[in-house]
């Protein structure tokens, strides 16, 4: 690639085709220190997906920034953007805006909803207003910030109405959503007030994408329900949807990893070092390891039951295995969630209470987000991994965990309930977390497997993580929105961001 003059090194590069990325927060948060913002990077399962697709390719990112009053921008934005390799956009949301549409719609209605449970829904009607206020407050900030030859692809749960928003502003864009919750059966969706609003928001985009198969087929059924006469059309992993003259094309995509930064970083000298002192602090004892968000759809005191059900019916098993469980701090400000982590721990402390011995504790609970390398040296180090969520769109901490097993001498247990285990039914060891019983024979299982049983099962975990990565991911959902790949978004070497905004795009 040639070398752009220095005059130019700061200019942002504009392709004929750019891809957009929108979704409810920022690869980035904003907190306020006296008077001044600070900008510190975000986390999560979306940071880590959609971040290499964007990166050094002059893509954008628009999301909200965390704060709930305006912000004049000034280098901590560019600096973020160039550390990003993408063009920051944030969306400043009101205070009542935060807590109708986010805590309100997106967490009290969606969330629970689309994850089978019932009675933690709230179907409050001023929940909704917001929500769709909110969605065309995005849609504003695409307007302000993209072109008419970028394709807009907005990611989840959050912004299911931003396209017909942009239709009854009188905006044309390529447009496409991803979902990356499950999608819920007839029955349970039946169940919202606004179930015919979502879904034709939903047919106002171009393509829409979902984790698994199963998600797809409970969206078109939902369809079927509601319009007899719409046909879905076609075979293979997109099908076409005819609404009123044009085709809405309804794909399944699940999402994965970048499979060789993960399996690199996971071997570096920072990650062995800290993969030595762990194993020297366990004394001999095996991991068996979980890292989970606080949330009620993880599982998490169905998981630690089953494990003290384990170590009451397996003694051999006590001081030579101990469940390391993170939990990472999520919604601490709402009373569900703080029930929720006084519940975990409170198990944590009688599971250890019953069988502590020695100086060997049955369970290591930390409640706090891991550095990188920590982390990844926990993955290395686990000899077995439970993830076992009631219900998830996808987990890719069972990928993560996967990948970064280098050895290919771990176990993997896994909930039949994520989406993951479409993928890596051949390798785990599927369980139905509900089932306390079945999870902690699965808890013996993985710890009595014999080392070549856990070699062949390990190895198909990782060819297939490795095959389907998240440049898969993206290549698959490209080809199907418009016939491109990631590789024809080329890198720019020398991108660097340049953005100087006075308020945040759409006020």
Known sequence: MQTRPKSDRNKIPIAEERLVAVSNRLPIAVKRKGNVWQVQPGSGGLVTAISPVLRNRGGIWIGWSGATEDIEWGEELDLAS??????????????????????????????????????????????WYHYLQVNDKYAGAII???????????????????????????????????????????????????????????????????????????????????????????????????????????????ISIDFENFSTLAASSGVESRLRWLKESMLGSQIILGVDRLDYTKGLPERLQSFRIALRQHPDIRRRLTLVQVVVPSRTDVPEYQALKSHVEQLVGEINGEFTYGGWAPVQYMFRNLEPDELLAYYRAAQIAIVTPI??????????????????????????????????????????????????????????MGVEEKRQRM?????????????????????????????????????????????????
């Open 391 to 448: 219900k998830d769109g996808m987990n890719l901490v069972a990928k993560e965990y996967c990948t970064c097993c280098l050895e290919e001498e771990g176990a993997l247990i896994l909930s039949e309930f994520a989406g993951a285990a479409s993928e890596l039914q051949r390798g785990a060891i599927l369980v139905n977390p509900h089932d306390l019983e079945g999870v902690a024979d699965a808890i013996y299982r993985a710890y009595t």
């Open 459 to 507: 190895r198909r975990l990782r060819e297939s993580i490795r095959k389907h990565d998240i440049f898969w991911w993206v290549d698959s959902y490209l080809k199907a929105a418009f016939s491109k790949k990631l590789g024809d978004f080329p890198l720019e070497e020398e991108y660097v961001p340049s953005i100087s905004l006075g308020r945040a795009p759409g006020r």
């Open 82 to 127: 160039h550390e990003s390799g993408y063009r920051l956009y944030p969306v400043t949301l009101t205070r009542e805006e935060v807590d109708n549409f986010y805590f309100g719609f997106a967490n009290q209605v969606i969330w629970p909803l689309f994850h089978d449970l019932l009675t933690r829904c709230n179907f409050d009607p001023a929940f």
């Open 144 to 254: 302000d910030s993209s072109l008419p030859s970028d394709y807009i692809w907005i990611q989840d749960y959050h912004l299911i109405a931003v396209a017909q928003a942009l239709r009854k502003r009188g905006v044309k864009r390529r447009t496409g959503f991803f979902l990356h919750i499950p999608f819920p059966s007839v029955d349970i969706f039946m169940r919202m007030p606004w179930r015919a609003q979502i879904l034709q928001a939903l047919l106002e985009y171009d393509l829409i994408g979902f984790q698994t198969q199963r998600d797809r087929r409970n969206f078109i059924q939902c369809l079927q329900y509601l319009s007899p006469g719409l046909k879905a059309v076609g075979r293979g992993a997109v099908l076409s949807v005819e609404v009123d003259g044009r085709m809405v094309r309804v794909g399944a995509f699940p």
